[in-house]
């Protein structure tokens, strides 16, 4: 009785919610940071911590349901940082695994979304790699959906350092020369360097389970985005708290630097 009680009352706040929204700001690309399915793991009273990543990685596809029909342009999902390859590979192994599985969840026949891995693939093992590749090679052309970026073996500074080298290496194979480049080098010139494809600024991160830091997450991207923090483990994240998120996000005057 109380579950549908506050299934009831849930469905309520939720209408308010969307008629708050109405007419309000909207990010266009929305970063999130997907935190805490280990600490649910334990809390749920699971010894296994990769069922948390399993049940953090089956909320991956209802938080992009809520985003297309919020009609949000570009997600980035943290998903491994470039941090998180020096864990034990008894740790690391699974939770590629179960990361690989996601994105090829996404790619799947019948979903909309275009997705593109980000991040320092070629630090992760062959095989995980491979997979990542080819699952996101199939949603090329898609239109509609959400644009989603996985970023694994991601890391803001590396992505800045190989931004920048990218760009020098470019430079130099078109026959350019490198101190005439070095006095006409400008930040448009990282940005076109940057991992993802879609080269957009962050708006809003999100990050759940009450950690509040960016951990290196789009450091070049998220200059000047609003930041929410928000105490639930992300399995447990909730289409009310994403909404949340972006009522927080509408409600703030963005003055970039102003």
């Known amino acids: 009785m109380r579950a549908k009680v506050r299934a009831a009352l849930d469905a309520l706040y939720m209408k308010r919610l969307v008629r708050e929204l109405e007419g309000r700001p909207r990010p266009q690309h929305i970063g999130i940071m997907l935190d805490g399915n280990r600490r649910w793991a334990k809390m749920s009273g699971i010894d296994d911590p990769r069922e948390g990543y399993r049940a953090g990685g089956a909320k991956v596809l209802d938080f992009l349901r809520w985003c297309d029909s919020a009609q949000i342009e570009h997600v980035t999902l943290f998903m491994l940082s470039d941090d998180n390859l020096h864990?034990?590979?008894?740790?690391?192994?699974?939770?590629?695994?179960?990361?690989?599985?996601?994105?090829?969840?996404?790619?799947?026949?019948?979903?909309?979304?275009?997705?593109?891995?980000?991040?320092?693939?070629?630090?992760?093992?062959?095989e995980s790699a491979s997979r990542l590749k080819t699952a996101t090679a199939a949603t090329e052309g898609r239109k509609g959906g959400t644009k989603v970026d996985v970023a694994v073996g991601y890391g803001g500074r590396r992505e800045i350092v190989d931004a920048v080298r990218s760009a020098l290496m470019e430079h130099s194979s078109q026959g350019g020369d490198i101190d005439e480049f070095i006095e006409t080098f400008t930040m448009e010139h990282i940005s076109k360097h940057l991992y993802s494809k879609t080269r957009s600024?962050?708006?809003?991160?999100?990050?759940?389970?009450?950690?509040?830091?960016?951990?290196?997450?789009?450091?070049?991207?998220?200059?000047?985005?609003?930041?929410?923090?928000?105490?639930?483990?992300?399995?447990?994240?909730?289409?009310?708290?994403?909404?949340?998120?972006?009522r927080s996000y509408s409600l703030r005057e963005r003055r970039y630097g102003r």
């Open 201 to 246: 600024e962050s708006d809003l991160i999100i990050r759940t389970s009450g950690e509040q830091r960016l951990s290196g997450f789009l450091l070049w991207q998220s200059a000047y985005a609003e930041v929410h923090f928000c105490e639930t483990y992300w399995p447990d994240f909730r289409e009310i708290d994403f909404l949340r998120a972006l």
């Open 87 to 126: 864990r034990p590979e008894e740790q690391l192994n699974p939770l590629i695994d179960i990361i690989a599985e996601v994105v090829e969840q996404l790619a799947a026949p019948g979903n909309p979304w275009p997705v593109e891995a980000v991040g320092a693939l070629d630090l992760l093992p062959a």
